[in-house]
C-alpha cells in the first residue's frame, strides 16, 4: 500500500536554528499538509499545498515556517529559526482529489534543546 | 470557531464488549467526517469516514453514524480486541474542495482490557 514518508524520524536542534523536515507524499496525490502535535495534545492544522502554492495556514504557520515542493517528489517544511515551543511531533499528510482519506506519515519529531 | 469535541476522553472497555466514541462538531458546512487511528509512535492513520450525505457508514467491526441535525458523529467498535487499544481522533472537513484543513478532535483514548 503506498505510503507517506518523513525523513528524520526524530531531530534534535539548538533553539535558534534551522530546520528541515522532509516529506514524500504518494506519487499520485495533489494535495499536501503539514500537522504538528504537541505530546499529548491533539493533531494541529499546518498548512495545506496545492498547485505549487500554500492555500491556507493556519495561526501557528507564522513567518518562521515555509514549505516547499523542491522537485517531484519531495514536500518539506522549513523553521527558520527554533523556539523550544516548537517541540512536537510533525506529521506530512496527502491526499488525491477524488479519495475520501488522507494519508499520513509516520512523523518526525523534532526536539528543540 | 471551528471545533471538535470528543466523548469521553478515555474510555476503558472489557476485551469482546463495544466502545462508541461520540464526537460533536461546530460548524454545519462540514461535509466530511474521517476517524483516525493512531497508536504510539505512529501517525494517525484513516480506518473510517463518513461523507454528509449519509447516515451510517460500515467496515467489519468499525462503523460510523452521523447525525447532521444534532452535529453529531460516533465510532463504533464492536467485539473489541487487544489491538484496538490507541488514541481515536475524530475530525471533520468545511468546505467542499479536497485542499480543505482536517480539524481534528483532542482525541479518545481507548484501552482494551483482558
Known amino acids: 500500500e503506498p505510503e507517506v514518508t518523513q525523513t528524520p524520524s526524530h531531530q534534535v536542534t539548538q533553539m535558534g536554528q534551522e530546520v528541515i523536515l522532509r516529506c514524500v507524499p504518494i506519487s499520485n496525490h495533489l494535495y499536501f499538509y503539514w500537522y504538528r502535535q504537541i505530546l499529548g495534545q491533539k493533531v494541529e492544522f499546518l498548512v495545506s499545498?496545492?498547485?505549487?502554492?500554500?492555500?491556507?495556514k493556519s495561526e501557528i504557520f507564522d513567518d518562521q515556517f515555509s514549505v516547499e515542493r523542491p522537485d517531484g517528489s519531495n514536500f518539506t517544511l522549513k523553521i527558520r529559526s527554533t523556539k523550544l515551543e516548537d517541540s512536537a511531533m510533525y506529521f506530512c499528510?496527502?491526499?488525491?482529489?477524488?479519495?475520501?482519506?488522507?494519508?499520513f506519515g509516520s512523523g518526525t519529531r523534532l526536539t528543540v534543546v | 470557531g471551528e471545533n471538535v469535541e470528543h466523548h469521553p476522553s478515555t474510555l476503558s472497555v472489557q476485551e469482546g464488549d463495544s466502545a462508541v466514541i461520540k464526537c460533536t462538531y461546530s460548524d454545519s458546512a462540514s461535509n466530511y467526517f474521517p476517524w483516525y487511528k493512531q497508536e504510539l509512535g505512529k501517525g494517525p492513520q484513516l480506518i473510517i469516514d463518513?461523507?454528509?450525505?449519509?447516515g451510517e457508514k460500515k467496515d467489519q467491526r468499525i462503523a460510523v453514524t452521523l447525525n447532521k441535525t444534532a452535529k453529531h458523529f460516533s465510532l463504533h467498535i464492536t467485539e473489541t480486541q487487544p489491538e484496538d487499544s490507541a488514541v481515536y481522533f475524530c475530525?471533520?472537513?468545511?468546505?467542499?474542495?479536497?485542499?480543505?484543513?482536517?480539524?481534528f478532535g483532542k482525541g479518545t483514548r481507548l484501552h482494551i482490557l483482558p
Open positions: 499545498f496545492y498547485n505549487n502554492e500554500i492555500s491556507e
Open positions: 475530525a471533520a472537513v468545511w468546505g467542499m474542495n479536497r485542499d480543505d484543513k482536517i480539524i
Open positions: 499528510a496527502s491526499s488525491a482529489p477524488a479519495s475520501g482519506g488522507y494519508t
Open positions: 463518513i461523507r454528509s450525505n449519509v
